[in-house]
């Protein structure tokens, strides 16, 4: 389906290190000089969620497979890039293209690592992106907003429709506010035509602290300015070691949980970072289970029953009847599929049914 998180910030602090991480390659060439990055990098990347090993389990499945999302290293930028200064236009267009920014904050001392301003000050860093980002935008929607004022007053429908969103934008804008601050509690009609506008700051944010090994574990007071500064804005935050997570997505299972108890870390980084970028995008995981396979699979959330299944195949989409639903708590706790029926949990559910996150599915359709 292509759900993109596109890693964003300054010129080397760390983004195509934890693009390799993350998929665990070395796709992304990651070096210590800025603009080391200049055409985007792409790579799918399993969502972890162990309700699917729960599930298998239960279903006694030969294969476990897991959702994917996408992540694209992108070019780092600097002042100015709206202006066209370092990689400017061409790595804007790279950011327009992702559904969610997640914003790597640098927040390591290393002398030996560039940093493109002579200081690490991640917060005064994310408002050098930021406003980047937000100058960028004004300039194309003071551009566009001429035109459709104009067909709006000659009562064109479209622009109608489109206007007071262009508005409420552009006052964001001129105040030197990012447009995802319209997301919060937006309709869904509405949040359609924010999307058709296709703003760089009205993508959501999650920020990264990359701090360095030793770090890890606590964090240090770099990435709690960072938290502090999220929280303001309403935005998450994840302390993560770029460093060690690229170590630890070269190692074995074994290895890697050795080298995580030796940091004193419960999980990779990397898992907390894949989760919250799912969230992120406002996905929900539903789950199919058979001996064959059981397997996770991702809509966004409101997606109903038809476009649920339309994501394993157009044909089950086309010919849906209706999908027999179990809760995945009543799955777990009942012991699978027969005895949820026989507890009367399994639902048919029809064509309006709204799927919900964890739901075990079972689509009934003709082709
Ligand atoms: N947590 C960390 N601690 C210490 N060094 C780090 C850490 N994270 C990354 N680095 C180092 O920082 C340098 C830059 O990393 P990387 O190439 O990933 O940056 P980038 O953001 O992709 O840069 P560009 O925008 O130029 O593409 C590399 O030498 C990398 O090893
Ligand atoms: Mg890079």
Request: charged residues 25%; glycine residues 8%.
């Amino acid at each position: 389906m292509g759900f993109k998180c596109g890693i964003v910030g300054l010129p080397n602090v760390g983004k195509s290190t934890l693009f390799n991480a993350l998929t665990k390659t070395a796709a992304a060439q990651a070096a210590n000089y800025p603009f080391c990055t200049i055409e985007p990098n792409t790579g799918e990347v399993a969502v972890p969620d162990e309700r699917i090993s729960r599930i298998a389990a239960i279903a006694k499945s030969k294969e476990v497979i897991p959702t994917r999302i996408n992540f694209v290293d992108i070019a780092g930028l600097v002042r100015g890039a709206s202006k066209g200064e370092g990689l400017g236009n061409q790595f804007l267009a790279n950011i327009r293209e992702v559904d969610a920014i997640v914003h790597v904050l640098r927040c390591f001392e290393d002398d030996d690592v560039t940093h493109v301003e002579g200081r690490i000050d991640p917060v005064s860093d994310a408002d050098t992106v930021e406003t980047e980002l937000m100058l960028a935008d004004l300039e194309s929607l003071e551009r566009r907003i001429v035109q459709i004022r104009k067909r709006a007053t000659g009562k064109d429908k479209e622009a109608l429709t489109i206007l007071p969103m262009m508005e409420q934008a552009l006052a964001l804008l001129q105040d030197s506010k990012p447009v995802r601050l319209l997301l919060d509690g937006i309709a869904a009609e509405d949040l359609a035509i924010l999307k058709g506008l296709n703003l760089l700051t009205s993508k959501p944010v999650l920020y990264v602290c990359n701090v360095s090994e030793d770090d890890a574990a606590t964090g240090n007071a770099h990435s709690e300015a960072v938290e502090k500064m999220a929280a303001q804005q309403g935005a998450r935050t994840v302390v993560i070691s770029a460093a060690i997570e690229s170590e630890i997505a070269q190692l074995d299972d074994v290895e890697a949980k050795d080298y995580l108890d030796a940091m004193g870390l419960e999980e990779p980084g990397l898992d907390r970072l894949i989760r919250e970028g799912y969230g992120l995008l406002n996905l929900i995981t539903f789950f199919t289970a058979g001996p064959k396979e059981s397997r996770a699979w991702t809509v966004r959330r409101g997606s109903k029953a038809p476009q649920a299944a339309g994501v394993i195949h157009t044909d089950f989409e086309k010919g849906f009847i209706r999908a027999q639903t179990i809760a995945y708590g009543d799955y777990v706790s009942l012991g699978g599929e027969t005895a949820a029926k026989e507890a009367g949990k399994a639902r048919d559910e029809g064509k309006e049914y709204v799927v919900q996150d964890g739901d075990v599915m079972l689509f009934k359709f003709n082709v």
